[in-house]
């Protein structure tokens, strides 16, 4: 764990839905009797990217109301809430931070998209719906890594396919140890 942020809301009693049921109803009661400041940590990050990467949808949803302000802060990483959601495969939490997040192709701090970040951990359904909603997997990344690429490293086959039947994919592509993508699939 990184900071006092993932202390809360990513331990292991997060984990148990009543908990955290029980955690919100005291967060609600404390915003009745003050103004609870959540600024971001020394790692940049906030409640709500902490809830997002973890997939807690009750948090995000909360943290949403509380401090819409923080969907566009990122990480030291360059990460924003809908990045890491769409990195660790939560669905729900992608869905839902999708209406406030408008830019499905941005990177992080080494030009990786969300779309390539996604592919390489093999999340096909939440792939899926960054490729509906218009995301590019052409870009590149500083080693020259496109989306095709991190699938490919992944392993997944159905992945890969969904790639190469759906979408124009330029398999010749080489990254800057001269490999093309093809080479990561075996």
């Given at each position: 764990m990184k900071g006092y942020y993932w202390e809360v809301f990513?331990?292991?009693?997060?984990?148990?839905?009543?908990?955290?049921?029980?955690?919100?109803?005291?967060?609600?009661?404390?915003?009745?009797?003050?103004?609870?400041?959540?600024?971001?940590?020394?790692d940049g990050?906030?409640?709500?990217?902490?809830?997002?990467?973890?997939?807690y949808i009750?948090?995000?949803?909360?943290?949403?109301?509380?401090?819409?302000?923080?969907?566009d802060?990122?990480?030291?990483?360059?990460?924003?809430?809908?990045?890491?959601?769409?990195?660790n495969g939560h669905i729900a939490v992608v869905k839902n931070l999708?209406?406030?997040?408008?830019?499905?192709?941005s990177k992080n701090a080494s030009k990786t998209t969300i779309l390539s970040a996604t592919c390489l951990n093999g999340h096909i359904e939440v792939a899926q719906l960054l490729l509906d909603n218009k995301a590019d997997i052409g870009i590149t990344n500083e080693l020259n890594q496109n989306t095709f690429h991190f699938a490919c490293l992944n392993g997944n086959v159905?992945?890969?396919?969904?790639?190469?039947?759906?979408?124009?994919?330029?398999?010749t592509l080489r990254n800057t140890i001269a490999?093309?993508?093809?080479?990561?699939a075996y």
């Open positions: 990513g331990s292991i009693q997060t984990e148990n839905e009543a908990y955290r049921k029980l955690l919100l109803s005291f967060l609600k009661e404390q915003d009745r009797c003050k103004e609870m400041p959540y600024v971001s940590g020394k990050a906030t409640p709500l990217f902490v809830s997002s990467s973890l997939g009750d948090f995000v949803q909360y943290f949403i109301v509380k401090c819409r302000h923080h969907i802060i990122i990480d030291k990483e360059g990460r924003s809430p809908f990045f890491v959601a769409c990195e999708r209406k406030y997040h408008k830019d499905v192709n159905q992945l890969v396919s969904l790639l190469l039947s759906a979408y124009n994919v330029d398999i490999q093309i993508d093809l080479h990561k």
